[in-house]
């Protein structure tokens, strides 16, 4: 996920920087959001992807009043947080799960 970012955000802003922090656990809503702000001041981040599921993170990248957009995964983050999602991935299982157990 990290490389095919890094590939489209260098491609529409050459110079541009991508800068990745891991987690280390896959639901921690305020270890998120501290690290979305330490990015953001730290490193002047315009645009933040975020691999879980929690809110938190879209809902401090709207409180900055549209300076940074964010990356929604498995929702359309757009129906909480308006236009500071950019996008969202959304991956559709059923049919897949639906083959499978065929």
Do not use: R
């Not at 529409?12 to 800068?19: C, L, Q």
């Not at 981040?45 to 498995?74: M, Q, R």
């Not at 500071?84 to 959304?90: D, G, H, N, R, Y």
Request: hydrophobic residues 40%.
């Amino acid at each position: 996920h990290a490389m095919g970012f890094t590939m489209g955000y260098l491609w529409a802003k050459p110079e541009g920087h991508v800068h990745v922090v891991t987690m280390d656990s896959y639901y921690s809503p305020s270890s998120e959001v501290l690290a979305a702000k330490n990015i953001v001041e730290k490193k002047q981040c315009d645009i933040i992807d975020i691999h879980t599921d929690p809110n938190d993170v879209h809902n401090y990248v709207l409180s900055l009043g549209g300076d940074v957009l964010s990356i929604g995964k498995y929702l359309d983050m757009s129906t909480f947080v308006g236009d500071t999602a950019f996008t969202s991935l959304i991956v559709a299982y059923g049919t897949f799960y639906s083959q499978t157990m065929e």
